[in-house]
T-cell receptor, first 113, second 113 residues
Framework: QKEVEQNSGPLSVPEGAIASLNCTYS??????FFWYRQYSGKSPELIMS????GDKEDGRFTAQLNKASQYVSLLIRDSQPSDSATYLC?????????????FGTGTRLTIIP | EPEVTQTPSHQVTQMGQEVILRCVPI?????FYWYRQILGQKVEFLVS????????KSEIFDDQFSVERPDGSNFTLKIRSTKLEDSAMYFC???????????FGPGTRLLVL
């Protein structure tokens, strides 16, 4: 069973600070990784995708990938109250050539004004 | 911007009844998925569909479930005889190609009484 682990939180961060979200995965063969944001009662919304080791920046968001450690993280700089949501780490798992996303349980992030 | 759409947004049904959940994936996408999320739990893969056939299905996707792409645009999930434990949010997703990002529809909230 391919697993994705996240700290479920809740994680509380003051407005303007950096929020750091972490994820580990068990499938060494995975090549693509995604962070989705999910507001309560809504569908997952893509924040970032990352495919190579290192950092990838997009605005206030930075995704970090370390395949050797099987670790993905998401940093949110200058956190805003609108960033309060559950952040889902998703790993593209390949099984006999077929792909699917395996999700972590999500980390609930609260930005405190 | 193209998006995945789903209907209905909410469905209430009696145990044992059949339901059909409908999705219109993004028009040039080739891979289609159904996921579900029971309240308070993680997003779980149900089934993937490519080239007019099921690519992979999970243990959840038993004989009561079926999928169909009846024309060039719609992608449906049918539950033949609903159970109480089928109550969940059902998300349709699509993607353009291998290793690409999956984009999620807004979901159908199914309640089985």
């Amino acid at each position: 069973q391919k697993e994705v682990e996240q700290n479920s939180g809740p994680l509380s961060v003051p407005e303007g600070a950096i929020a750091s979200l972490n994820c580990t995965y068990s499938d060494r063969g995975s090549q693509s990784f995604f962070w989705y944001r999910q507001y309560s009662g809504k569908s997952p919304e893509l924040i970032m995708s990352i495919y190579s080791n290192g950092d990838k920046e997009d605005g206030r968001f930075t995704a970090q990938l370390n395949k050797a450690s099987q670790y993905v993280s998401l940093l949110i700089r200058d956190s805003q109250p609108s960033d309060s949501a559950t952040y889902l780490c998703a790993v593209n798992v390949v099984n006999f050539g077929n792909e699917k996303l395996t999700f972590g349980t999500g980390t609930r992030l609260t930005i405190i004004p | 911007e193209p998006e995945v759409t789903q209907t209905p947004s909410h469905q209430v049904t009696q145990m044992g009844q059949e339901v059909i959940l409908r999705c219109v994936p993004i028009s040039n996408h080739l891979y289609f998925y159904w996921y579900r999320q029971i309240l308070g739990q993680k997003v779980e893969f149900l089934v993937s569909f490519y080239n007019n056939e099921i690519s992979e299905k999970s243990e959840i996707f038993d004989d009561q479930f079926s999928v169909e792409r009846p024309d060039g645009s719609n992608f449906t999930l049918k539950i033949r005889s609903t159970k109480l434990e089928d109550s969940a949010m059902y998300f349709c997703a699509s993607k353009l190609g291998r290793q690409e990002t999956q984009y999620f529809g807004p979901g159908t909230r199914l309640l089985v009484l």
